[in-house]
């Protein structure tokens, strides 16, 4: 099932954190990323969510700017969320006891769990083009542009200023 409302407003979201609109936790007050939308949920935890830290507020600009490599990817998981495309990679869906077990298997195999796990997950697709499945979906995605097709949505956050934008271009040059 795809959430077409909760995929625009986390993409928006993203979009205006890896710009450094938005602070780490402002981007985190604006979520409500719980969705039965699987694609929600594995792009928030596999994706903007490992961009920040919890200890202090602030945005991604300054020393704090992202590398142009992330913010690449960082408009590639706002390209896919902008997508009718399911997302087909595995989902794991796991209680808190298989959690911690999952943590203590970990210490004890000094990560070889988590490598073997992530090799499987990897075999299921493109994983350089995560989180779309196929690099031919991200092809296709590309030829059309969600922010350069039509207008920016207000589903997460308000728009910047006429003032603001001018001043945020090249801030915001790689994102799709």
């Known amino acids: ?16 954190l890896a710009a450094g609109v938005l602070t780490n936790r402002q981007f985190e007050d604006k979520g409500e990323f719980e969705s039965a939308d699987d694609a929600i ?13 919890d ?5 991604l600009r300054g020393k704090y700017r ?7 990817e960082a408009a590639r ?3 896919f969320l902008k997508t009718n495309l399911p997302y087909e990679w595995p989902v794991a869906r796991v209680g808190v006891l298989a959690s911690i077990v999952w943590v203590f298997a970990n210490l004890l195999t000094l990560g070889l769990v988590a490598r073997r796990a992530r090799r499987k997950f ?9 989180p779309f499945l196929r ?24 728009r910047p200023s006429a003032a603001a934008d001018t001043a945020n271009v090249g801030e915001t040059e790689t994102m799709i």
Do not use: S
Not at 41 to 53: E, K, S
Not at 55 to 59: D, E, G, Q, T, W
Not at 122 to 130: F, K, L, N, R, S
């Open 135 to 158: 690099h031919g979906d991200y092809e296709a995605a590309l030829h059309h542009p969600p922010y350069l097709t039509g207008p920016l949505t207000t589903a997460c956050c308000r």
């Open 66 to 72: 992202l590398d142009p490599r992330v913010r690449k």
């Open 122 to 130: 990897e075999q299921c697709g493109d994983i350089a083009v995560w």
């Open 1 to 16: 099932m795809i959430d077409r409302a909760g995929r625009d407003r986390l993409a928006e979201c993203i979009h205006q």
């Open 77 to 79: 998981w706002v390209l």
């Open 41 to 53: 949920r594995a792009v928030f935890w596999g994706g903007p969510w490992l961009l920040y830290d």
């Open 55 to 59: 200890f202090r507020n602030y945005r």
